[in-house]
């Protein structure tokens, strides 16, 4: 059931905020407690009386993809789940937790981040809701405030992001580099990144940066050389920006393929901007998931469905720069594995919440709110090619999402309310 490499560390969190109400002090002392050392417990856990449990197993409850049983009862023995089903026939527990009727869920796999930064760009938010178009040109300004700052500064913002995100429901993140851009500063943001999970991407092609505009190739060749020498020790991934003002299809090809040779594999941000390479680039190099591709040709929507790429939606990047929506019901319709993920970033999508972006792709992109479920919890697993997450199965991490609602739903329709209730990851209740 594993992918076959370690546990994904779980998110840590800074010290309580004192202005913090006593409820959000108390779930933010609970998740620093989470480490791998409690995984050795074998003590057995029953949740029962679940109105509404998501399994994501469509061998069980109602066959439906989302395997969704009624009157439900989930197992939890040390990180695992042992055993999920009705609650009339649920074994004997050391423990026992009523859910009070309300839904659980998978917790939710945001694959697509970038949280090792400093700043904002509220400046170029405020501009572009005021008529200017977004442009690749303002990561610049991500750029310069990150190589700015301090190593304690980097990661104090990334707990601060991984706690948001923990009381929304994310128990399994990727994140990624490309806000430093010289071999030290992307190195460090990996190690750093590292420490918190074991999904990190290598993004030092998401920009060229000034001091080589002037030369694109050279910039390849450092990131091609030096630069993956540097980042691989620290990485699972490599990801490229492939777009107009960013890197072309040959660039694009030659970057991968280097980290691929190193041991990375591939990831794609394909069509976001314009139509372009980035899909097929995807396919061709058997990328775990093509990114944004909110610009598709027919070709391209062939490729994805006769493919293992996952194409990755990032509503909150749409939302956030008024651009045009993916449309999630011509890949779904073709066949295609979508996911939904956050795009957390200071510039076109800052915001840590999934359940914000399940609400948006029902709402804009043509998604069901079983469709969107799926994608941000199994889906978001597909794209990091995992299969211990993302499902409540028996061999599956133990990570659930508790709703103050009776039906996964209620995500969507009741958006922007705070309905997760409670989380467990790798079997231990964290809020």
Not at 77 to 82: C, K, N
Request: proline share 6%; aromatic share 6%.
């Amino acid at each position: 059931m594993t992918s076959g490499r370690p546990p994904a560390r779980p998110a840590s969190a800074p010290e309580p905020d004192p202005t913090a109400d006593q409820a959000t002090k108390d779930a933010m002392s609970n998740a620093t407690t989470v480490s791998p050392a409690h995984s050795a417990s074998t003590a057995s856990t029953l949740i029962t009386n679940i109105a509404a449990l998501v399994t994501n197993d469509p061998s069980s409850g109602d066959g439906s993809p989302l395997g969704l049983v009624q009157d439900a009862a989930v197992v939890i023995e040390g990180d695992r789940i042992a055993w999920t089903g009705d609650q009339s026939k649920a074994p004997a527990t050391d423990n026992r937790v009523d859910a009070g009727g309300r839904a659980v869920l998978p917790g939710f796999v945001d694959s697509h981040s970038h949280l090792v930064f400093a700043g904002d760009r509220t400046q170029e938010f405020n501009a572009r809701m005021s008529g200017r178009p977004y442009s690749a040109g303002g990561i610049r300004t991500t750029v310069a405030a990150t190589r700015a700052a301090s190593d304690a500064e980097l990661e104090a913002n990334l707990t601060r992001y991984l706690r948001e995100a923990l009381l929304q429901g994310t128990t399994t993140f990727e994140t990624k580099s490309g806000y430093g851009l010289t071999v030290e500063d992307e190195a460090r943001a990996l190690r750093i990144a590292a420490a918190h999970t074991d999904e990190v991407t290598f993004l030092g092609a998401h920009i060229v940066p000034p001091d080589h505009a002037d030369d694109p190739a050279a910039y390849v060749a450092l990131v091609t050389g030096e630069m993956l020498g540097a980042c691989a020790p620290h990485a699972r991934w490599i990801d490229v920006f492939c777009e107009q003002g960013a890197f072309d299809g040959d660039q694009a090809r030659a970057i991968l393929t280097a980290g691929k040779a190193a041991g990375l594999h591939p990831r794609v941000h394909a069509g976001q901007l314009s139509y372009g390479p980035g899909v097929q680039l995807a396919v061709e190099l058997d990328a775990a998931s093509a990114d944004h591709c909110t610009h598709l040709t027919d070709a391209d929507l062939d490729a994805l469905a006769n493919s293992r790429t996952v194409a990755t939606l990032l509503p909150g990047a749409e939302f956030s720069t008024r651009a045009e929506w993916p449309d999630a019901r011509r890949l779904l319709d073709a066949g295609v594995t979508v996911a939904l993920s956050t795009d957390c970033n200071p510039g076109s999508s800052f915001t840590s919440s999934v359940p914000f972006c399940i609400a948006l792709a029902v709402r804009d992109m043509g998604m069901t709110p079983d469709e969107a479920v799926w994608s941000a919890t199994a889906g978001g697993a597909a794209a990091l090619r995992r299969d211990d997450v993302g499902r409540l199965t028996p061999g599956a991490y133990a990570d659930l999402t508790l709703l103050d609602a009776p039906s996964h739903v209620h995500l969507a329709y009741r958006p922007g309310v705070p309905l997760v209730a409670g989380v467990w990851r790798r079997g231990e209740r964290v809020l």
